[in-house]
T-cell receptor, first 116, second 113 residues
Framework: VTLLEQNPRWRLVPRGQAVNLRCILK??????MSWYQQDLQKQLQWLFT????????VKSLPGADYLATRVTDTELRLQVANMSQGRTLYCTC?????????????FGEGSKLTVL | TQTVSQSDAHVTVFEGDSVELRCNYS??????LSWYIQHHGRGLQFLLK??????VVQGVNGFEAEFSKSDSSFHLRKASVHWSDSAVYFC???????????FGAGTKLTIKP
């Protein structure tokens, strides 16, 4: 059963252009939604966890700038700008127990971005 | 700051062999330790986790891992590997109550026929 639907799955991004990614949660039992980036060397890094509709966060990392938005209980978005190196962005979800995480993430299939 | 170290970037074994993938962590406090598998071009899939209790935890597809506080380790094992186990394996640590999960660099497991 697919818990998360990410789109687009692949995108060629002209240098200097921003791209918008979307993630849809299919099961409300896993409400904590997050974004992780995986670089070309396969290293994974947590970017954001947005718990409630209306939450927004920004972050700048080597090679890209990010703006994440929790639009609704089931939709998470990510804008990627100023990307200088390709990467894959993964949406994740997790259950919540006693106010905390369960140490277990469910991953989407990823959005692979390549810089032109 | 919690850290996770996977000392082997690549491991190659024959189908039917046993395998152990090593993971060491550095953190004090209440943590979750987990393992994930990533097949080529796919998202990660959860294999197993440890928080407390029996230090040997069972996961899917015959995988198990053993927690050792004295060694600060959480090694993953499988008694007999199948060609479909070829993938990259990630060890991960997270603080209880914290949303962020920190991943190791990954170990690429190759199964020879």
């Amino acid at each position: 059963v697919t818990l998360l639907e990410q789109n687009p799955r692949w995108r060629l991004v002209p240098r200097g252009q921003a791209v918008n990614l979307r993630c849809i949660l299919k099961n409300s039992q896993y409400p904590w939604m997050s974004w992780y980036q995986q670089d070309l060397q396969k290293q994974l890094q947590w970017l954001f966890t947005l718990r409630s509709p209306g939450d927004k966060e920004v972050k700048s990392l080597p090679g890209a700038d990010y703006l994440a938005t929790r639009v609704t209980d089931t939709e998470l978005r990510l804008q990627v700008a100023n990307m200088s190196q390709g990467r894959t962005l993964y949406c994740t979800c997790s259950a919540v127990r006693l106010g905390g995480n369960t140490g277990q993430l469910y991953f989407g299939e990823g959005s692979k971005l390549t810089v032109l | 700051t919690q850290t996770v170290s996977q000392s082997d970037a690549h491991v190659t074994v024959f189908e039917g062999d046993s395998v152990e993938l090593r993971c060491n962590y550095s953190y004090g406090g209440s943590i979750y330790l987990s393992w994930y598998i990533q097949h080529h071009g796919r998202g990660l899939q959860f294999l197993l986790k440890y928080y407390s209790g029996n230090p040997v935890v069972q996961g899917v597809n015959g995988f198990e891992a053993e927690f050792s506080k004295s060694d600060s380790s959480f090694h993953l094992r499988k008694a007999s590997v199948h060609w479909s186990d070829s993938a990259v394996y990630f060890c991960a640590v997270s603080l209880y109550g914290n949303e962020k999960i920190t991943f190791g660099a990954g170990t690429k497991l190759t199964i020879k026929p």
